[in-house]
Nanobody, 124 residues
């Protein structure tokens, strides 16, 4: 069992930056691929970024490539999402996720564990 808790969301102006963190607990959390998904009001939850347990493979959604950076520190909080050049369309609830194959199959079906989500609001 893996428990995930996100933090770092908030309100930011367009063009600004935020860093999300995901704290995980559980005996083997550092062996899972970790990822971020997001869900905007009235829309389906969508993939944002994922990183394998070793950090050797990373994948981004096209909509955030070049603006967001995912990283992990298995000795501390396991995953971060650094968001820069934020746009109003990035407004959503951001969810931390863990699974085995999210980098290769970046979909909801690859997720085994979810966090409770943190709100990110980007004002224009």
């Amino acid at each position: 069992q893996v428990q995930l808790v996100e933090s770092g969301g908030g309100l930011v102006q367009a063009g600004g930056s935020l860093r999300l963190s995901c704290a995980a607990s559980g005996r083997t959390f550092n062996t899972y691929t970790m990822a971020w998904f997001r869900q905007a009001p009235g829309k389906e939850r969508e993939f944002v970024a994922a990183i394998t347990w070793s950090g050797g493979s990373i994948r981004y959604a096209d909509s955030v490539k070049g603006r967001f950076t995912i990283s992990r520190d298995n000795a501390k909080n396991p995953v971060y999402l650094q968001m820069s050049s934020l746009k109003p369309e990035d407004t959503a609830v951001y969810y931390c996720a863990a699974g085995r194959s999210i980098v290769t199959v970046p979909s909801l079906t690859s997720v085994m564990y979810w966090g409770q989500g943190t709100q990110v609001t980007v004002s224009s």
